[in-house]
């Protein structure tokens, strides 16, 4: 299978260990992925992911602004087959159609559901039980094209973004090595996916990232789990952004407290109402401080000015 020519189009850290299963194991002529970016205060123009693990391969590195305007530098390698993961753009018509072995992509969820740049957050955020990767031939519509093979992991309470994001790429890579020879071999059965069960997982938002107390304490506990590590989920505290990067459910219950009200203390935490109880956020980032266990701001800090004090 080393004579056939693939290439990869990814971008972010999720598409790692799909990327690097497949160069070590097919003939991978190019990768494409987003331009470098500046990142940071300093604004360092810095290297997709993906790119930096190029290296490693001595492979030849694709960055088009606009893929849709820039394919047929692609074209040059003469594809015969492209796989994408978390690429970060739509593939326009005149690629999809250019393989014999057509364009396929490594999606983190279970199809249809999720469909979208972010459906690992929004498997967490919105509560869904299970989620898993998809392999699907491509369309020119978004994740829309037929399933061909996928596996599913279940969603504890205990997940992070982080912790899921890293079980699923594991997962894509494994799967990904599975298939691809029963697509080249033809031995599949590709699924139309069922329109009337799509729901989607779209990039998330800055409005995404700030919780409402007046939701749940599962739907908080959800939307802090769903954004940890990165980029946090946040509220404000006396006027100064606080983001929440963990929590842990209470059965306390307050009939006529304003969501969102600190209500009293733990040892390791502040007790917040929410629209049903309460919960007990346990580690935080003040703006302008860095990520610490709340025990340790606690000890910092007048705990009588804190109290009755309503996170916004």
Same mark, same amino acid.
């Given at each position: 299978m080393k004579d056939i020519k693939i290439v990869f189009m990814g971008t972010p850290d999720?598409?790692?260990? $799909?990327?690097?299963?497949?160069?070590?194991? @097919?003939?991978?002529?190019?990768?494409?992925?987003? #331009?470098?970016?500046?990142?940071?205060?300093?604004q360092i123009l810095t290297p997709s992911p993906v790119k930096e693990a190029s290296a490693l391969y001595n492979i030849? /590195?694709?960055? #088009? /602004?606009?893929?849709?305007?820039?394919?047929?530098?692609?074209?040059?390698?003469?594809?015969?087959?492209i796989v994408t993961c978390a690429y970060g753009q739509i593939l326009p018509k005149e690629l999809l159609d250019y393989p014999k072995y057509k364009c396929i992509n490594v999606h983190a969820s279970l199809?249809?559901?999720? =469909?979208?740049?972010? #459906? +690992? &957050? &929004?498997?967490?955020?919105?509560? @869904?039980?299970?989620?898993? +990767?998809?392999?699907m031939y491509m369309d020119v519509k978004m994740d829309a094209g037929d399933i061909i093979s996928r596996v599913e992991t279940a969603i504890t309470k205990e997940d992070t973004l982080g912790s899921l994001h890293d079980r699923l790429s594991e997962m894509g890579k494994d799967l990904l090595l599975e298939t691809l020879p029963n697509i080249i071999s033809g031995n599949i059965n590709p699924i139309k996916q069922d329109?009337?069960?799509?729901? @989607?997982? @779209?990039?998330?938002?800055?409005?995404?990232?700030? +919780?409402?107390?007046t939701k749940t304490s599962t739907e908080v506990d959800n939307k802090v789990r769903a954004l940890n590590p990165t980029?946090?989920?946040?509220?404000?505290?006396?006027? !100064? =952004?606080?983001?929440?990067?963990? /929590? =842990?459910?209470?059965?306390r219950y307050y009939a006529k407290t304003e969501p969102g009200t600190i209500v009293g203390f733990e040892k390791d935490g502040i =007790?917040? /109402?929410?629209?049903? !109880?309460?919960?007990?956020?346990?580690? $935080?980032?003040?703006?302008? !401080? !860095?990520?610490c266990l709340v025990k340790d701001f606690l000890n910092g800090v007048d705990k009588k000015e804190l109290l009755g004090v309503v996170l916004k």
């Open positions: 999720f598409a790692v260990p $799909i990327f690097k299963t497949l160069a070590e194991n @097919y003939n991978v002529v190019a990768v494409v992925t987003q #331009p470098d970016k500046r990142v940071g205060r300093k030849p /590195v694709l960055q #088009p /602004v606009k893929i849709r305007n820039e394919y047929e530098e692609v074209l040059k390698y003469e594809p015969d087959m199809l249809p559901k999720l =469909r979208g740049g972010a #459906p +690992i &957050h &929004h498997a967490i955020m919105d509560g @869904y039980e299970k989620t898993g +990767i998809t392999i329109e009337a069960e799509v729901t @989607y997982g @779209y990039n998330i938002t800055k409005e995404d990232e700030k +919780i409402d107390f980029p946090g989920a946040y509220t404000t505290l006396n006027d !100064k =952004r606080m983001k929440v990067y963990d /929590v =842990r459910l209470s059965d =007790r917040v /109402v929410t629209g049903d !109880k309460e919960i007990i956020l346990t580690d $935080i980032a003040l703006e302008g !401080k !860095k990520r």
